[in-house]
């Protein structure tokens, strides 16, 4: 494998479709398990590839450097093989930045509540804060330093502003499910959902029939794989086509 997608399940992935609108290259879809991780990651037979759920954390104790960026998030999703040395990045940031961005979301001054504490959660927290939000939230199931659970959320902080979700509840095949019921939420004018399959959960669908503005991921995976795609080759790409492919891959998936 040249370039590719290393995570654990990998059937609801578009990336390859993706990257190969994008780029001149092969892209791959790589599921490793647990029981395999260390070994793919020690071994690193490749170019090129992108992380997702659940290696965004667990691919930095074998990385010889991180940027920045990467470095101050804690997440990677983005690394670079230079002639055997890992190179770490995250364009999740930039991907997320311009989901707000395209759609005129207001952060700034606003209370927000992020569902999930994985390594897309990471990633979020830091646009949040890019962008002065007032205040942030970490929902998380399990009660820890840095999070609050559900029932808190629910008890104290219903007049949430904006909700991200960033874990994988609703997502294909399992989209019955949604992690939090929006009703509670009257002050909520924004709710965004990194998962891209389906193209509409059973949140954002809630969202819209609340009248609360809902976006899901697949701008923010269009956006993020074409930055990723400019660490993979060196190069700088036209940004408009972030919307092309977004436009394409949607019409694509609503007419299945």
Do not use: W
């Not at 007049?159 to 509670?184: E, H, W, Y």
């Amino acid at each position: 494998m040249e370039y590719g997608l290393l995570g654990e399940k990998l059937g609801h992935s578009y990336s390859k479709e993706i990257h190969e609108l994008l780029a001149d290259y092969t892209y791959d879809l790589c599921p490793v398990s647990r029981d395999n991780f260390d070994d793919f990651m020690k071994k690193h037979e490749f170019k090129a590839i992108n992380v997702t759920i659940p290696y965004k954390k667990d691919v930095i104790p074998y990385l010889d450097s991180m940027d920045d960026n990467a470095a101050a998030i804690g997440a990677v999703n983005t690394i670079v093989n230079k002639n055997g040395r890992l190179e770490g990045h995250n364009t999740d940031f930039s991907g997320f930045l311009y989901m707000i961005e395209k759609h005129n979301i207001t952060i700034k001054d606003q209370k927000c509540l992020v569902l999930g504490n994985g390594g897309a959660a990471k990633a979020v927290i830091a646009v949040l804060k890019h962008l002065n939000a007032s205040e942030i939230l970490l929902v998380s199931r399990r009660d820890t330093p840095d999070t609050i659970t559900y029932e808190e959320c629910l008890s104290h902080h219903t007049d949430a502003q904006v909700i991200v979700n960033t874990t994988p509840v609703g997502m294909f095949p399992n989209m019955d499910a949604s992690p939090l019921d929006l009703s509670p939420f009257t002050n909520c004018h924004a709710v965004l959902d990194i998962i891209y399959n389906p193209l509409e959960t059973k949140l954002t669908a809630q969202a819209g029939s609340l009248g609360i503005t809902a976006v899901t991921g697949l701008e923010m995976l269009v956006a993020q794989a074409l930055y990723a795609v400019e660490f993979f080759l060196d190069t700088t790409l036209d940004k408009s086509q972030i919307d092309t492919i977004y436009r394409k891959i949607a019409a694509e998936k609503t007419n299945c």
